[in-house]
């Protein structure tokens, strides 16, 4: 076996709600367990986490914090740091970190989140998840009523613009990217009073730290106070590729929207001991929802080590018994 640093029963790797979530159920159930975790979680630039219940507003910061000690109350182990590669001794896993460290694990879960692949639109990366946003669940609320641009870069745009018209009576598609709308489309958009603007995005106008328009390439200016943007959602996946695990494309209207790793409904991936959770198994899962998957995952883990434990044991106890 190679020389690695330490040994744990599991290795989570990424420890944002999902790799938390599971950390704690590992760590409940007297597991060894260690989260490394690079601390960049994908919603670390908003204000604060909506639709979690009791957690509502919360910084995601604070979520991350408060997970944390809640792993380490049961002894789990936090790291800070990157997973740079994941390989195979036998049945053990070794994980190598930026830092040079090494641990090796009986069983990974990997919840290393998402990239929000956002479309180059100078200046849009700085206003992500603060007015350019992705998703009305998350902030809806918080522009109800406010003009929204909806920035098309897809066929998605229409669902997208139908959507946010929810929270606002004001809403404008800009076409930018998007082929032009079919008939059948631009009637649902006009019958919800949905302008199009035709052209594509050249900036953003933003005045005292605030979305205030965009400026389209001919010079015309749209007044909005946010912008919705479709990110490609492009899987935390590439350190599962030496363990063979691609990630495979999601779809929607012909139109590729992100990437995954596949696994079954408990977070199994086709590798035997590899489980994954949150957004890089469910580009849309929403922080609820990564927890969750988080928890469903360690609970599978906790029981294929426990299957593994009792074949051991039922070996050992024949070779004891036997004449
Ligand atoms: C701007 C914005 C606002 C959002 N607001 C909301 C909201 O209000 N409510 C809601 O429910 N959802 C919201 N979401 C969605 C939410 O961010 C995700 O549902 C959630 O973060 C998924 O949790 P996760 O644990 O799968 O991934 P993450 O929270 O992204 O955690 C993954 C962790 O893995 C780490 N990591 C990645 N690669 C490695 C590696 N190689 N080695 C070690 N660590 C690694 C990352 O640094 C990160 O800390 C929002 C998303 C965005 C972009």
Not at 139 to 151: D, M, N, Q, T
């Amino acid at each position: 076996m190679q020389q690695t640093d330490m040994h744990y029963e599991v290795v989570v790797v990424g420890g944002g709600a999902a790799g938390l979530s599971g950390a704690v159920v590992l760590a409940r159930a007297r597991r060894r367990v260690l989260v490394i975790d690079a601390g960049r979680p994908r919603n670390a630039r908003a204000e604060g986490v909506h639709s979690y219940l009791t957690r509502d507003g919360m910084p995601p910061g604070e979520l991350v914090a408060v997970g944390r000690e809640e792993v380490r109350g049961y002894g789990g182990a936090i790291r800070d740091g990157e997973v740079v590669r994941i390989g195979r001794d036998g049945e053990v896993f070794t994980v190598a970190l930026a830092d040079g460290t090494r641990v090796s694990a009986d069983r990974l879960l990997v919840t290393t989140g998402l990239v929000d692949e956002l479309p180059p639109v100078p200046g849009l990366a700085e206003r992500f998840g603060r007015d350019a946003l992705h998703c009305p669940y998350c902030h809806g609320w918080e522009v109800r009523g406010e003009p929204i641009a909806v920035l098309a870069t897809g066929p998605m745009a229409v669902h997208q613009a139908l959507l946010w018209r929810q929270w606002s009576e004001t809403v404008t598609v800009l076409r930018h990217t998007a082929a032009p709308f079919g008939a059948e489309d631009a009637e649902r958009l006009a019958a919800r009073g949905i302008a199009v603007v035709d052209g594509e995005v050249a900036a953003l106008d933003v005045e005292d730290d605030r979305l205030v328009g965009v400026a389209l390439a001919d010079g015309s200016m749209v007044a909005c106070r946010a912008l919705a943007v479709a990110p490609t959602f492009t899987a935390a996946g590439a350190v599962l590729a030496d363990l063979g695990l691609k990630p495979t494309e999601m779809t929607r209207e012909g139109h590729v929207i992100g990437t995954y790793i596949e696994s079954d409904q408990t977070g199994a991936t086709p590798v035997p001991g590899v489980w994954v959770a949150g957004n890089v198994a469910n580009p849309m899962a929403q922080v609820v929802g990564a927890a969750e998957s988080g928890v469903r995952a360690a609970a599978m883990i906790n029981f294929d080590l426990i299957e593994a434990e009792t074949d051991r044991a039922v070996a050992e106890r024949r070779r004891a018994l036997a004449p």
